[in-house]
């Protein structure tokens, strides 16, 4: 607006709040300013204001500037309020996209969503590939945060079940807490990078800021870690989206916000399978949760079959060790050695299965040392593209594990009772849609998610 315009707004406002002027006041010599006294003031005879309005310059100077400052509020307002439009960037959701990763072959922005035929955890033999894709606003919060694979999905679990959610933080932080959970669970390790990409709706310059105050969060968080933070660009964001078309930059990050996560994209694969597609694939999970339970109690009793055989050689082999599922309180022992043995006990009971005996120890030791897992997993590799022959997967393994140790009957019937068990709290009526599934699944994860951060 220019100032000639401004003046004309300021000129009708002052004619349209000031009243006319009579005659009298008009034929008036202008006087100079005298002090009244409170007799000389009298109220003037209705006109243009009504009856009552006192003759008091003073009053009428003070009504008049009030009637100019408001005028001039008017006017400012006009001017300002376009000014405001023009200097504030407009709130937008999906503004900016981040991707983060840990693996060796570095930024990408592909998401690694694993197929209906890539299920098994137990065949990865290389560190996680840890992939998350971070969706913020334009005042730099996080709107979304997807989880691209299995590892991903464990992070996001167990850091919104221990409180720890990302959604509504900064950016910045956010990419802390994803590293220092990432590290701490063991998906990090020196041999790859934390690599991420970014892209914003408002331009490279916004995108490279905020490329830097990641790469600086990133490593704040992993002491000594690796970090790759580099600008993307649009035809990189539309290949990794598999579009092809005219887009904007604006739309191509709606699409990308709205990706969903490989959870949910599991859950939405086995529902479309049909049949019970959702509740075989939960419990090939729980087979391998299973596993994993065995497999830690194996090395559970190595260790603590080590350490009773230095009991018996430093104690007499004729004493007792066990008693009661507790270190004989009468041995003659070195305390360093009760205090080793005890902290494997210990082990023992977070694999729930404690010997009560010496006769029990040496049996557990002998059946769980036979267990050949090598061909555990390339069973469970055979039939993780064929969830539903959960049955025949279960039926394998025990056949598997019977030709190992035929002489333990009692423990293979423990191992039948206790996966049924580890069963029995669900069933295929359980899951109707893929909501219940990644509701049960979620629950795994969260368990898995304290199992490695207490490794």
């Known amino acids: 607006m220019k100032n000639k315009d401004i003046f004309k707004k300021l000129n009708a406002e002052f004619d349209r709040i000031t ?40 009053n009428r100077i003070w009504i008049f500037a009030a009637a100019a400052l408001v005028a001039l509020a008017l006017a400012l307002t ?50 996680a590939d840890i992939n998350f894709s971070i969706v913020s606003d334009s005042d730099g919060k996080v709107v979304k945060v997807i989880g691209g694979n299995r590892e991903s999905e464990i992070v996001l679990a167990g850091l919104a079940a221990s409180a720890q959610t990302v959604v509504g933080k900064s950016v910045e ?86 990706k969903q996560g490989y959870l949910q994209e599991t859950a939405d694969e086995l529902y479309q399978s049909g049949g019970d597609a959702l509740y075989n694939a ?62 494997a006990l210990e082990e023992c009971a977070e694999t729930m299965l404690v010997p009560q005996t010496d006769e029990e120890l040496k049996l557990f030791e002998s059946f769980y040392s036979a267990l050949d897992f090598d061909v555990i997993d390339e069973i469970l590799e055979e039939f993780e593209d064929t969830v539903y022959k959960i049955a025949e997967v279960m039926e394998e393994l025990l056949d598997a594990v019977n030709s190992w140790v035929s002489d333990a009957e009692e423990v293979l019937d423990k191992i039948k009772s206790e996966w049924n068990a580890f069963i029995d709290d669900v069933g295929a009526s359980g899951f109707t849609d893929p909501e219940d599934y990644i509701e049960k699944m979620t629950e795994v994860f969260e368990k898995e998610y304290e199992k490695l951060l207490n490794r």
Do not use: C, H
């Open 78 to 127: 006009f001017i300002l309020i376009p000014l405001a439009k023009r200097g504030k960037t407009p709130y937008t959701l999906s503004d900016s996209y981040i991707t983060m990763s840990t693996s060796e072959t570095g930024v990408s922005l592909q998401s690694n969503v694993r197929s209906l035929g890539n299920l098994s955890t137990r065949a990865a033999t290389q560190p």
């Open 282 to 343: 939960y419990l090939f999970e729980l087979l391998e949760e299973y596993v994993d339970l065995l497999e830690d109690r194996q090395e559970a009793y190595r260790e603590l079959y080590e350490l009773y055989r230095k009991i018996k050689i430093e104690a007499g082999l004729f004493a007792d060790v066990l008693v009661g599922g507790k270190l004989n309180p009468d041995l003659v022992i070195g305390e360093d050695l009760k205090e080793e043995f005890n902290d």
């Open 173 to 258: 932080e956010a990419v802390a807490t994803l590293s220092a959970s990432v590290s701490a669970l063991g998906f990090y390790s020196g041999n790859n990078a934390l690599s991420f990409s970014t892209i914003s709706a408002r331009g490279e310059d916004v995108a490279t800021g905020i490329a830097a105050d990641i790469k600086m969060q990133a490593e704040s968080a992993v002491a000594g870690a690796q970090v790759v933070s580099v600008v993307s660009d649009k035809a990189a964001l539309q290949a990794s989206l598999g579009v092809t078309g005219e887009y904007s930059l604006e739309e191509l990050l709606e699409m990308a916000a709205a």
């Open 19 to 58: 009243p006319e002027m009579s005659d009298r006041v008009k034929n008036e010599p202008i006087a100079a300013a005298q002090r009244e006294t409170a007799e000389e003031r009298v109220p003037v005879s209705a006109g243009a204001w009504g009856g009552n309005f006192f003759a008091d310059r003073r």
